[in-house]
Every structure is written in structure tokens, then in C-alpha cells.
């Protein structure tokens, strides 16, 4: 028996980032499992190894991943091996992102922020401007930026959709006046960050997935 389909069972606790949504318990600890070795390694994550992490029976991680992947909240390869999660993904991403020595890429310019500043690593982002297109280039040391940057996040409020609803609109923004303009045509529907206070919300964010990475090794 491998228990219900575990997106049919609701979010398991409150309070959690977007990114971790959906499913039982299990969802969430293969989840955070996955992004805490993907850094480690930058290579694709074993359903056997992560099953073994959790202590969890391998037919209902492997129920676990399909029903997370089938929602596009993780990414995997044709062989099974999970490739994105908690928005780190070796797979493609609208945003780079290089970090302790590794290149990876983000779903949304959120994760960019705060995957280092939750492990408190230098790294590297680089996106473009949502509204111009302009590249914007981000340097952190520690996981706080090495200067002054005008650059804004848009956080979106999200919806029914992770990709669609959350981290498509999640950008970045050269200006303040960018960031105006792209909450006009986002109808208000989220909010304009400084990247202090991005920074300040992704170490939150992030704090728990962090915490596991560094099981691994994924610490600064």
C-alpha cells in the first residue's frame, strides 16, 4: 500500500512557501531532500536515494514525484531523476543563478535571491529587467549584495498555478519606475520589494530547505 495520491491530500502544514506547497508531509521532506542535493551535486536526484533519506517506502516516493512533477512543482528527466526543486533546477530556468561553485538555473527571480541568502553564500544572479529587458547582474557576498542596486522584485500573490500564477510573473526590475510599470500591467497583484527587504524574505523563505542542505555539505 503506498497511502493516498498525495496531492489529493492537501497541504500538510501552515505557512508554507509557495514552493513547497502541495501534498503531505513526504512531499515536503523529498522536496527539500531533492534541493539540498541538487546543490550538493549539481546532478539529477534518484528517486531510490531520496526514498532511502526519508526512510519511505519506494512506491510511494515514486507516487510522491509523479504526483509533484504532474503538478510542476518539481522537474525531472525522462529517467525519473529529479532535476528542479524548491525552485533550483539544473533543468531550464528563466534566471541564473551560480553558487558555491556550481551554475544552476530558478524558476522566478525570487528563488535567485533567496536560496544564498538563506545559506548566507556568495553567488551570483543573472536576469533581465521584466519590463525592459535590460541585463541585471547581482553579486552577493554572504548572501547580501556587494553594493547598492536600484534593482526591484516583484512578488507575485500568486494562484491556482505554481509556474504560471507565481513564478512567471516573479521578476526582476531595473528601476522603481520598471517595478510601476510591471505592477500596472500585473493589475496590483503582488507587491514591489527593494532587494534589502527580497533578501530579508527569501532568508525566510528558504530557511528550512536551507537547514537541509546543509546535511550535505550545502553550506557556505
Known amino acids: ?27 515536503v521532506e523529498l522536496r527539500e531532500l531533492a534541493f539540498g542535493l541538487l546543490l550538493a551535486t549539481g546532478a539529477g ?9 526519508a526512510n519511505a517506502d519506494e512506491a510511494h516516493v ?14 525531472r528527466d525522462a529517467d525519473g531523476r529529479v532535476l528542479g526543486s524548491a525552485g533550483l533546477t539544473i533543468a531550464d530556468g528563466p534566471h541564473g543563478l551560480e553558487i558555491q561553485g556550481r551554475t544552476f538555473r530558478t524558476w522566478c527571480a525570487f528563488d535567485a535571491i533567496g536560496i544564498p541568502a538563506a545559506l548566507g553564500s556568495d553567488a551570483r544572479i543573472s536576469t533581465a529587467c521584466g519590463v525592459c529587458g535590460q541585463p541585471i547582474r547581482i553579486e552577493l557576498d554572504g548572501g547580501r549584495p556587494t553594493a547598492d542596486s536600484p534593482a526591484r522584485l516583484w512578488l507575485s500573490d500568486g494562484g491556482a498555478d505554481m509556474r504560471a ?8 526590475l531595473c528601476s522603481g519606475e ?3 510599470d510591471w505592477s500596472e500591467r500585473r ?7 527593494s532587494l534589502a527587504e527580497a ?3 527569501g532568508a525566510r523563505s528558504w530557511a528550512s530547505p536551507a537547514s537541509t542542505a546543509a546535511r550535505f555539505g550545502s553550506s557556505r
Do not use: Q
Not at 493589475?187 to 520589494?193: E, F, I, M
Open 199 to 201: 533578501i530579508d524574505e
Open 62 to 75: 515514486s507516487a510522491t514525484l509523479d504526483a509533484l512533477a504532474g503538478a510542476g512543482r518539481i522537474d
Open 165 to 172: 500564477d507565481f513564478c512567471t510573473p516573479t521578476v526582476l
Open 187 to 193: 493589475a496590483g497583484h503582488g507587491r514591489a520589494l
Open 178 to 180: 520598471h517595478a510601476l
Open 45 to 53: 536526484v534518484e528517486p531510490r536515494r531520496l526514498a532511502t533519506l
Open 1 to 27: 500500500m503506498t497511502g493516498p495520491t498525495p496531492l489529493d491530500s492537501g497541504d500538510c502544514c501552515e505557512d508554507l512557501p509557495v514552493f513547497l506547497e502541495g501534498g503531505d508531509r513526504l512531499a
